[in-house]
């Protein structure tokens, strides 16, 4: 019995990983180095809408350790793709969705504060900083929009070929019975509740570092992800290279609460610069970058209704949320 008490159900289960980490001896994507490393800048918009109008980077491309600079007309003048939403839901029937394609860099127009427009590579972290302030970049400011007024009447789209700014619409349960319940209601209480956008804010920001295998000609990804699988088939396909090729190894995450579950731009990039130059190339978000382009959760608005009797009986509930 005294075995069954300690490995049966609600038994303290001994964690195995804390000794290492709480003492210093975690081991980071920013940890790494290798010889011959060298350093990603991420250029990004200040406007939160606007079109671009055109990037000079003649005097990025000739500053000092600078190996190579690369903009989202690059991108596609190499036909590198782009990142795709893995679980799309299915709309209601009868109304219309768009999932947009978010590019590795934008090349026609920004669509949110910290959108990378440039990739710089350079000897030196502050080298590739100093060339990406060296961007020139026209911009035609547009309209942004948020939440609030995102779905009025003629608000400025995001995306111009889709039909509103209402990516999908979801409906569930019987309106019409729910309807008839509330005419028939004694009472009825109203509640609308805003959630603030949140984000993870993780120990470690997000990091990737890709470096060529000399032995076997294979290119290894390390990154802070939490689903290197994911990471494995989703930059294999935006670069066009088969998976065999490609090693994606999960550092310790350094937190992330499902924020790093995603694929972001800097991972592919960074294996195609690694690719390109046949160097190791590492990228780490500083705190202001991880703020901006981490995947952020919440920002939703509800409002909710309930039905009931004079003794207290729910009749019926509705509710509509706006993410």
Same mark, same amino acid.
């Given at each position: 019995?005294? &075995?069954? $008490?300690?490995?049966?159900?609600?038994? &303290?289960?001994?964690?195995?990983?804390?000794?290492?980490?709480?003492? %210093? $001896?975690?081991?980071?994507?920013?940890?790494?180095?290798?010889?011959?490393?060298?350093?990603?800048?991420?250029?990004?918009?200040?406007?939160?809408? *606007?079109?671009?109008?055109?990037?000079?980077?003649?005097?990025?491309?000739?500053?000092?350790?600078?190996?190579?600079?690369?903009?989202?007309?690059?991108?596609?003048?190499?036909?590198?793709?782009?990142?795709?939403?893995?679980?799309?839901?299915? %709309?209601?029937?009868?109304?219309?969705?768009?999932?947009?394609?978010?590019?590795?860099?934008?090349?026609?127009?920004?669509?949110? =504060? %910290?959108?990378?427009?440039?990739?710089?590579?350079?000897?030196?972290?502050?080298? *590739?900083?100093?060339?990406?302030?060296?961007?020139?970049? $026209?911009?035609?400011?547009?309209?942004?929009?948020?939440? /609030?007024? +995102?779905?009025?009447?003629?608000? &400025?789209?995001?995306?111009?070929?889709?039909?509103?700014?209402?990516?999908?619409?979801?409906?569930?349960?019987?309106?019409?019975?729910?309807?008839?319940?509330?005419?028939?209601?004694?009472?009825?209480?109203?509640?609308? =509740?805003?959630?603030?956008?949140?984000?993870?804010?993780?120990?470690?920001?997000?990091?990737?570092?890709?470096?060529?295998?000399? /032995?076997?000609?294979?290119?290894?990804?390390?990154?802070?992800?939490?689903?290197?699988?994911?990471?494995?088939?989703?930059? &294999?396909?935006?670069?066009?290279?088969?998976?065999?090729? /490609?090693?994606?190894?999960?550092?310790?995450?350094?937190? *992330?609460?499902?924020?790093?579950?995603?694929?972001?731009?800097?991972?592919?990039?960074?294996?195609?610069?690694?690719?390109?130059?046949?160097?190791?190339?590492?990228?780490?978000?500083?705190?202001?970058?991880?703020?901006?382009?981490?995947?952020?959760?919440?920002?939703?608005?509800?409002?909710?209704?309930?039905?009931?009797?004079?003794?207290? $009986?729910?009749? +019926?509930?509705?509710?509509?949320?706006?993410?």
């Amino acid at each position: 019995m005294e &075995s069954e $008490k300690e490995t049966g159900l609600g038994a &303290s289960v001994r964690r195995v990983e804390d000794e290492r980490l709480l003492t %210093g $001896k975690g081991h980071y994507v920013d940890d790494l180095t290798l010889p011959n490393t060298v350093f990603a800048y991420i250029v990004r918009s200040p406007h939160a809408h *606007a079109r671009i109008l055109g990037i000079d980077t003649k005097a990025a491309s000739s500053a000092p350790g600078v190996l190579t600079v690369l903009t989202g007309q690059d991108l596609i003048v190499q036909d590198l793709g782009t990142l795709r939403c893995q679980s799309f839901p299915k %709309g209601s029937s009868g109304t219309s969705s768009f999932c947009p394609e978010q590019p590795l860099l934008a090349s026609d127009k920004v669509r949110y =504060v %910290g959108e990378g427009i440039g990739l710089v590579v350079a000897e030196t972290l502050a080298q *590739a900083k100093d060339a990406g302030e060296l961007f020139q970049v $026209k911009y035609d400011i547009l309209p942004a929009v948020t939440l /609030i007024d +995102a779905h009025a009447p003629g608000a &400025s789209k995001v995306w111009e070929e889709a039909e509103s700014n209402l990516t999908f619409q979801i409906e569930s349960g019987d309106a019409d019975s729910v309807s008839r319940q509330f005419e028939v209601a004694d009472y009825v209480t109203k509640i609308s =509740v805003h959630y603030p956008r949140a984000t993870a804010n993780s120990m470690e920001p997000r990091a990737a570092l890709a470096y060529r295998d000399n /032995i076997d000609g294979r290119f290894t990804l390390c990154s802070s992800a939490q689903e290197p699988h994911g990471v494995k088939e989703v930059v &294999s396909r935006v670069l066009g290279i088969s998976q065999l090729k /490609i090693r994606v190894v999960a550092m310790d995450v350094g937190g *992330a609460f499902g924020m790093k579950g995603q694929v972001y731009p800097e991972e592919p990039l960074v294996l195609w610069a690694a690719i390109n130059l046949d160097r190791p190339v590492k990228w780490t978000a500083d705190r202001s970058e991880a703020i901006t382009t981490d995947m952020h959760g919440r920002g939703l608005s509800a409002e909710a209704e309930l039905a009931l009797t004079k003794e207290g $009986k729910f009749l +019926a509930f509705r509710t509509s949320v706006l993410v």
